[in-house]
């Protein structure tokens, strides 16, 4: 059973334990479930959550919080190749149904070569899966969700005076990646603002359940670009690997040509989704934002 929500008027600590024992136990969920496909993903997510957290609020952590997000970011890269060839099976079993019956059937010797290649790309990772579970650092984890760990003193302000102020800072960072972008559109500068923009959005879903509803626009604005962003990246990703696989021996003419339209039609994706960017980012709304801070800190009819 979860632990118990604090009050409006809680501490920040009552509310980091919440929230950190919240996310903890997914964590440990998925751990358990892997290496299936969703569980490896579900362990990824956890781990950026926990990150986002554990950095946002770093100030008002105890001293030994730095290690455990470092440790976290470690046990999430060991499984970054596994979800990435995971998504892209998951595209090449979408996108192969679109061509022909005959391209489609070429296309399975592929997904095949790329399947058994995950059990390779498992094998380390379930090494450092099984590092994690006996690591200090995971008992800390698990120590900050308890009541009784010894916090800093600065963790006794009230969640509702801390929280707009980190989101603030967090929003501020958002703007300056968004107006760069907006300025001049890079690939570098939409990877930062998706960056800057996921970590914004870990900080409000991990808020929600003590504010409630006034996020909403905003999260779903980032989700939106993320989104749009993933597709690139994916797409973009999926064309690369393609073309590598294609230049190999062995491969009859068949699935060399499906391979190719596949290559293409992964291009015209991201490029697509690339054109798409300038329009999302208008769905970050300024005007939604500073409504937002209205409702958590109960400023609303009042000048900013």
Request: with cysteine.
């Amino acid at each position: 059973m979860p632990p118990k929500a604090p009050s409006r008027s809680a501490s920040t600590s009552a509310f980091l334990r919440r929230a950190i024992g919240l996310l903890a136990t997914r964590l440990d969920r998925a751990c358990k479930a892997v290496p299936d496909v969703e569980a490896v993903h579900a362990l990824r997510v956890s781990c950026r959550r926990l990150r986002s957290l554990l950095s946002l609020f770093r100030d008002y952590l105890p001293a030994e919080a730095p290690a455990v997000r470092d440790r976290l970011r470690e046990l999430a890269a060991a499984f970054s190749p596994v979800r990435d060839l995971d998504v892209l099976l998951i595209h090449l079993e979408d996108w192969r149904r679109e061509l022909g019956k005959r391209d489609a059937s070429a296309m399975k010797p592929v997904i095949a070569r790329l399947s058994a290649r995950r059990a390779d790309l498992v094998k380390p990772a379930i090494a450092a899966l099984t590092s994690w579970q006996d690591a200090p650092e995971r008992k800390t984890l698990q120590a900050l969700a308890r009541a009784g760990t010894k916090w800093p003193a600065i963790a006794r302000r009230s969640i509702d005076v801390v929280a707009p102020q980190l989101l603030e800072v967090a929003h501020g960072r958002l703007i300056k990646a968004l107006d760069r972008a907006r300025r001049r559109a890079s690939l570098e500068r939409y990877h930062k603002l998706r960056i800057a923009g996921k970590k914004l959005r870990y900080a409000l879903q991990a808020l929600s359940g003590h504010y409630g509803k006034p996020a909403k626009p905003t999260i779903k604005a980032l989700e939106a670009i993320q989104d749009g962003f993933g597709e690139y990246l994916d797409a973009s990703r999926a064309a690369d690997v393609l073309s590598e696989i294609a230049l190999e021996d062995g491969w009859k003419s068949a699935t060399r040509r499906a391979c190719a339209q596949l290559v293409t039609r992964c291009r015209e994706h991201a490029q697509a989704e690339l054109e798409a960017m300038p329009a999302l980012l208008e769905k970050l709304d300024e005007k939604r934002w500073a409504e937002l801070l209205d409702a958590l800190t109960g400023r609303k009819g009042k000048t900013r």
